[in-house]
């Protein structure tokens, strides 16, 4: 299998975020990546491939320009690692007007606390250079492919970043193979996929289905519940499938199958997974109780609806075990 990773994720390194209870180290480090890779890289069955740049235009299909620029240009021309900017002051849900500097633009754009660095917008680029290199992987033949984004892209919206996402790395994907047939989106990530969500809302691009902790308790809070459905022409492609805490592989993997029904009656050419490994039942930011084997039996029955996939790495936090989930989860892959 080709896996798709670039070390340029290693320019963007917060050292904290803030929280409720106060700064705590960032969960979302470089380490994460590193790990898969160090973990795949052992095995010859898959092929770590640095992926070509990714010309940035090709964002303005997902994101709005204004947002594009803002993250372009909040650092240019600082050296990575100089400085950190993290949004405290959010306009009310009515968005106010946009301030005309970019450092205030922070807020603006911002929906939580996820910090800025002077290497956020070249690691993001990189990270969606993996997806966009995945997608036309499927498009040359391959079955499967893994695209080892970091940061991570789920939660980005259309003119929004939060989450520890800048780009939505799995909505370009999508809009890449959607010009050569229909494409289904299907996310696992412990938290829900708002950002890609929010891109695909309106538009029948693409169907969305999203597992995901019950948003009632959980990040992000405001998106997730089973009503929203779509809206226009994208009326009946979002269907998320909230879960309580302490949902196990029996439980989950129930879901799965119910999600994978809708899949299959939409009958997409190419399937997007965003895969989060936060699922895990060790990951210090879920509460679920999914062990390896369940992860595992995940990426079977996925296999087992037979579309080109491109898996997209999200969220996953258990450092520890973080190389032994993906490992899991992409071994079913391996023709």
């Given at each position: 299998?080709?896996?798709?990773?670039?070390?340029?994720?290693?320019?963007?390194?917060?050292?904290?975020?803030?929280?409720?209870?106060?700064?705590?180290?960032?969960?979302?480090?470089?380490?994460?990546?590193?790990?898969?890779?160090?973990?795949?890289?052992?095995?010859?069955?898959?092929?770590?491939?640095?992926?070509?740049?990714?010309?940035?235009?090709?964002?303005?299909?997902?994101?709005?320009?204004?947002?594009?620029?803002?993250?372009?240009?909040?650092?240019?021309?600082?050296?990575?690692?100089?400085?950190?900017?993290?949004?405290?002051?959010?306009?009310?849900?009515?968005?106010?007007?946009?301030?005309?500097?970019?450092?205030?633009?922070?807020?603006?754009?911002?929906?939580?606390?996820?910090?800025?660095?002077?290497?956020?917008?070249?690691?993001?680029?990189?990270?969606?250079?993996?997806?966009?290199?995945?997608?036309?992987?499927?498009?040359?033949?391959?079955?499967?492919?893994?695209?080892?984004?970091?940061?991570?892209?789920?939660?980005?919206?259309?003119?929004?970043?939060?989450?520890?996402?800048y780009l939505n790395n799995a909505a370009l994907a999508a809009a890449t193979l959607a010009a050569h047939g229909r494409v289904a989106i299907l996310d696992i990530d412990y938290h829900h996929g708002n950002g890609t969500q929010d891109?695909?809302?309106?538009?029948?691009?693409?169907?969305?289905?999203?597992?995901?902790?019950?948003?009632?308790?959980?990040?992000?809070?405001?998106?997730?519940?089973?009503?929203?459905?779509?809206?226009?022409?994208?009326?009946?492609?979002?269907?998320?499938?909230?879960?309580?805490?302490?949902?196990?592989?029996?439980?989950?993997?129930?879901?799965?199958?119910?999600?994978?029904?809708?899949?299959?009656?939409?009958?997409?050419?190419?399937?997007?997974?965003?895969?989060g490994l936060d699922l895990y039942t060790q990951d210090p930011l879920g509460d679920w109780l999914v062990s390896l084997d369940g992860i595992g039996g995940i990426g079977e029955r996925i296999r087992h609806i037979r579309k080109p996939?491109?898996?997209?790495?999200?969220?996953?936090?258990?450092?520890?075990?973080?190389?032994?989930?993906?490992?899991?989860?992409?071994?079913?892959?391996?023709?």
């Amino acid at each position: 299998m080709k896996v798709f990773y670039s070390p340029a994720h290693h320019i963007h390194d917060p050292q904290s975020e803030f929280t409720s209870s106060g700064p705590i180290p960032y969960p979302e480090c470089a380490r994460r990546a590193s790990e898969i890779a160090n973990t795949l890289a052992a095995d010859p069955a898959f092929v770590l491939t640095i992926p070509e740049p990714l010309d940035p235009t090709v964002l303005n299909t997902i994101h709005d320009e204004g947002f594009l620029h803002f993250l372009a240009q909040i650092y240019a021309g600082i050296a990575p690692h100089s400085a950190e900017l993290t949004p405290t002051t959010f306009p009310l849900r009515g968005r106010g007007q946009r301030p005309p500097t970019l450092r205030a633009q922070a807020g603006y754009y911002g929906f939580d606390t996820t910090p800025l660095t002077p290497g956020s917008w070249g690691a993001a680029l990189a990270a969606a250079s993996a997806a966009s290199a995945g997608a036309t992987c499927l498009l040359n033949g391959a079955t499967a492919a893994y695209a080892l984004c970091r940061p991570p892209g789920h939660h980005a919206g259309r003119d929004y970043f939060g989450g520890y996402c800048y780009l939505n790395n799995a909505a370009l994907a999508a809009a890449t193979l959607a010009a050569h047939g229909r494409v289904a989106i299907l996310d696992i990530d412990y938290h829900h996929g708002n950002g890609t969500q929010d891109i695909f809302y309106d538009s029948d691009r693409a169907l969305f289905v999203s597992i995901h902790a019950d948003p009632a308790y959980q990040y992000p809070l405001y998106w997730g519940y089973v009503d929203e459905t779509g809206t226009g022409a994208g009326q009946g492609l979002t269907c998320n499938f909230p879960l309580p805490a302490a949902t196990d592989d029996s439980g989950y993997l129930s879901t799965l199958d119910q999600a994978l029904t809708t899949i299959a009656a939409y009958d997409p050419a190419f399937l997007v997974l965003s895969a989060g490994l936060d699922l895990y039942t060790q990951d210090p930011l879920g509460d679920w109780l999914v062990s390896l084997d369940g992860i595992g039996g995940i990426g079977e029955r996925i296999r087992h609806i037979r579309k080109p996939t491109l898996i997209v790495q999200e969220g996953g936090y258990c450092l520890e075990k973080l190389g032994a989930a993906a490992r899991a989860l992409l071994d079913a892959f391996i023709c």
